[in-house]
């Protein structure tokens, strides 16, 4: 039960009302504040504000609207501020989202946004319907996250191209070696072949020998050092790079972890068991009590004080109350359990995805700072190293032209073969030391191919929950819109034959707009060919299907009509009939000329309303 006390809200200067569970009609004439109760309604419970200014009434500096549940008291105050009007205090909904489901698919007055994109026979209509359904799933939120997933795995897929490029060129690299260790062995047979055939002094063996070290050592710094020149370039430039991507990096601070994750994981799969399995409990035995088939299924017996009843589980005797507040106590569990495993879920969800950034930026991050500490190193090494090999080339040439002039008078042609060849096998040396350097860099890179796939493929598969879990619920509203309008065509037989949602995908699958298509005499027409009332009633069945598909029975108890004039009593009664069975609530007004609607009825004879000529809100 609900005891609503309003102060000052649109035409009502101050009044109060009670409803009950099932159907509540405010029902009186014009200008008599039915309307009103339902913005008094709206704004304790927050929704007020989300598309226009606060409902305080023309003329007042304050007002307010307080709700009285069994959960609890709200109560929200506004107050008019230089040339607008403000709103405090503690209202029924605070989530954003529990704002947005309740504004658009709950409280179904006249300027109802989905009630108003139906009615809209333009594309602009089709365009602001897609936005609605798909606002309560945070769209913008979903896509951010898989853009940063796609990030991230564009980065891994980069690194994976780059172990792969290495693992091709291995077999090369492994080539190389092997080529120069097979001239390095050939050269050195050459050179026993020569020395065996040169009959040289020692004197002269001994001056060959020098002259051949000193000229390989020559040639091998002079190639040391235009390497060393162009490897600190390099060296240099990529560590300002990656000195300016750290400095940019931003780290979050690390997450809380309040309980383990993997327990948390395990409580929501134990909780999508237990809340399946009271739903069904539930339904089967609400189902025997709504549809009046106690007798069936057990035996009871009529009293004038009331009817006995043999439970049919316990075959204890009850009563259809008591019975009925059992099945109340379980559906509160239910809901109880379906509120824990939503903030897991959130939790779960929140947890991994800052974990997964954190996790993403310290890999960077210790990646950065050891690229930038292993060049700074390098750079100083490379640098001391070509500083000594500088000194070493005019050592060496000195060296070289007093070891030349000692040599030329006994060098003949073998000799100089044989220096040559010594040169050679200085050469060969170095090089082999330097394929074998580039065969192990190259190895060690192909060799994070496995872990780095694994990691794509997570992320792979985050992309692909994100998006399923967006687009189920899509597909829901579309299932849900088709039960719906089943419905509607057996209780109001309207001038057509069949209503659809149509859905369009982009290429990966995620939702692109919606689109209703009209079904008249067996061809396709649009809304705009429907009467206002056929409209409507598509307005109202939009919102419902929205409404069953987000739960939204769940985060506010009561649906709120208002505005259906265009429909005839008949079908104003039609349609409390059709809503009733959506939420715990169900809150309609009426003019007393449309008859009793049975439920509770509520009339403004003790408000104090504004007259007809103040009836103005800002």
Request: proline share 2%; charged share 40%.
């Amino acid at each position: 039960m609900w005891k609503l006390q309003v102060k000052n809200i649109a035409g009502i200067k101050s009044g109060t009302a009670t409803f009950k569970e099932g159907t509540n009609v405010v029902q009186a004439s014009n200008f008599q504040g039915k309307s009103s109760l339902l913005k008094a309604i709206q704004t304790v419970m927050g929704t007020s504000g989300v598309d226009g200014s606060h409902p305080l009434t023309e003329g007042q500096d304050e007002g307010f609207a307080e709700l009285e549940t069994d959960d609890g008291t709200y109560r929200v105050e506004l107050k008019r501020e230089g040339g607008s009007v403000v709103r405090s205090g503690n209202p029924y909904l605070t989530e954003e989202t529990d704002v947005t489901c309740a504004h658009h698919f709950a409280f179904l007055g006249e300027n109802n946004p989905v009630r108003a994109a139906v009615r809209d026979p333009t594309p602009d209509g089709d365009e602001r319907l897609t936005e609605l359904l798909m606002e309560p799933l945070d769209v913008d939120k979903i896509d951010a996250k898989i853009a940063q997933l796609q990030s991230e795995r564009n980065s891994i897929e980069s690194e994976i191209d780059e172990a792969e490029r290495a693992n091709k060129k291995l077999p090369k690299a492994q080539e190389e070696v092997t080529r120069l260790e097979k001239e390095l062995e050939e050269a050195r047979e050459r050179k026993d072949e020569l020395e065996d055939q040169v009959d040289e002094d020692s004197e002269q063996k001994e001056l060959s020998s020098k002259l051949s070290d000193k000229r390989s050592r020559l040639n091998n710094t002079r190639n040391t050092i235009q390497k060393l020149e162009s490897r600190i370039e390099r060296k240099k430039s990529n560590l300002e790079d990656k000195q300016d991507e750290l400095d940019e990096l931003e780290i979050p601070s690390e997450p809380k972890i309040n309980t383990d994750i993997n327990e948390k994981e395990e409580r929501i799969d134990e909780l999508d068991l237990q809340i399946d399995l009271l739903r069904r409990v539930h339904s089967a035995n609400k189902q025997v009590l709504d549809e009046d088939a106690v007798d069936l299924v057990t035996d009871v017996e009529h009293g004038i004080e009331g009817d006995n009843i043999v439970c049919w589980l316990s075959g204890d005797k009850t009563t259809a109350d008591e019975i009925e507040e059992r099945l109340d106590q379980l559906n509160e569990k239910r809901l109880e359990l379906r509120e824990e495993k939503s903030e897991l879920e959130q939790e779960v969800d929140e947890f991994e995805s800052k974990k997964r950034t954190i996790r993403s930026k310290k890999r960077k991050r210790d990646n950065l700072e050891d690229e930038i500490g292993n060049l700074k190193l390098d750079i100083q090494e490379d640098e001391q190293e070509l500083k000594q090999a500088r000194e070493r080339v005019e050592d060496l040439q000195e060296d070289i032209d007093e070891l030349e002039s000692q040599y030329e008078e006994a060098q003949d042609d073998l000799n100089e073969e044989l220096t040559e060849v010594r040169t050679e096998i200085g050469s060969l040396k170095t090089k082999l030391e330097n394929a074998r350097e580039k065969l192990e860099r190259l190895d060690e890179t192909a060799g994070k191919t496995d872990n780095l796939e694994d990691e794509l493929e997570t992320i792979k598969d985050e992309i692909v929950n994100l998006r399923e879990r967006r687009n189920q619920k899509h597909e829901e509203v579309v299932d849900r819109f088709e039960t719906a309008m089943k419905n509607m065509l057996k209780q109001f037989d309207p001038g057509f034959e069949m209503l659809r949602l149509d859905r369009s995908v982009t290429d990966d699958g995620s939702t692109k707009a919606f689109e209703l298509v009209v079904l008249r005499d067996g061809r396709e027409t649009s809304v705009a060919n429907l009467s206002e009332g056929e409209v409507e009633l598509i307005g109202f069945v939009t919102a419902l299907a929205a409404h069953q598909a987000f739960d939204v029975d769940e985060i506010v108890p009561a649906i709120l009509v208002d505005g259906v004039g265009q429909l005839a009593a008949e079908h104003i009664k039609g349609l409390t009939e059709f809503l009733e069975g959506a939420s715990e609530m169900l809150i309609t007004t009426a003019y007393p000329e449309a008859g009793d609607f049975g439920g509770h009825t509520l009339t403004p004879d003790e408000w104090d309303v504004v007259s007809n000529e103040e009836m103005r809100v800002v």
